[in-house]
């Protein structure tokens, strides 16, 4: 089971909380209350997506470390590694988020047309400029699962 | 770069054409959904019928950038002689790891009902994420459907 099937079980378990209120709400006729339910699942998913996206970056910076120490090892040609040591004076969390991900996937693929949607997604709850955005959490937890099985590891 | 040193939110140039295009095409599957729904009932269960309610605002912020009016997602419930037995919920197009979510809301159960079709595709993929069956979804049948009303009625 990968840490995003976790945090899908630990998104089931809340959600359900706010899915009886909803039930209930609906079988009282309480329109005030069923709106107030839906508000707070809302705002569960968005919680919970910001956590599956924290768990994901730390996925690609991880796979990202594997190939920039393949790049910079003794045994990479100096004309590929030159370009490694000039990149990388820092840490590899310095580096832009999307510029791992060009190291782990084809730019012109869905897969990083996906990743560049979660990242939207993500900048727009943080930026706190439009807290309309929806998101079906255990959708995006399994896809993440299988967007880091596919990344480059060399 | 603004707030946390996060970079500013996309404002990349878009489609109007297109992103109207998408909104049509979403309005059309949610009423194809109704359709559907209405011809499950008059196969299994003659004494229910779908009725409209007042339809849901949409004004996501794809739509915002292209300048477009808001428009009415259609909205209906399921209901009997004397009683309300589900309400269909649209909560937008727009939704990561989506392409369209709709909330089912009963008394027993309220499962999310999201289309994993890719944007303007000629077949819906519509998928259940039910609690009570885990992380994983499950195709959208007459079947599931079928079940959702008999738990209502039991």
Redesign the interface.
Known sequence: MSVFDDIANNHLATNSVFEAAEEQAYEDSDEAAFDRAGQARKDNDQLYFLYLFTRFELEVTAAFEVIAAAGLSPATQWQERRVWQAWLRGSARDIGFLSKVEILTDKGRPDYAAIKRYYDGRNTIAHGRVWDEQFSVRAVAQDMAGLVSRFARR | M???G??D??EEPIDVAHTERLVDDWIARLQGLRSQVAGWLAADFPSLSVVDRAPVPLH??PMRRAGLPPRDMPAFEVVGADA?IM?F?P??L?????NG?V?I??????P?L?D?SEPLAPETNW?I?D?RL????VPWTMGYFGGLVREVLA
Do not use: N
């Open positions: 603004s707030l946390f996060l970079p939110l996309d996501q912020g309300r309400r919920v909560k937008g727009w939704v990561i790891g989506a979510r909330d809301i009963s008394r027993r159960a309220a999310e999201i994993r998928q994420y609690s885990g992380i994983r979804s």
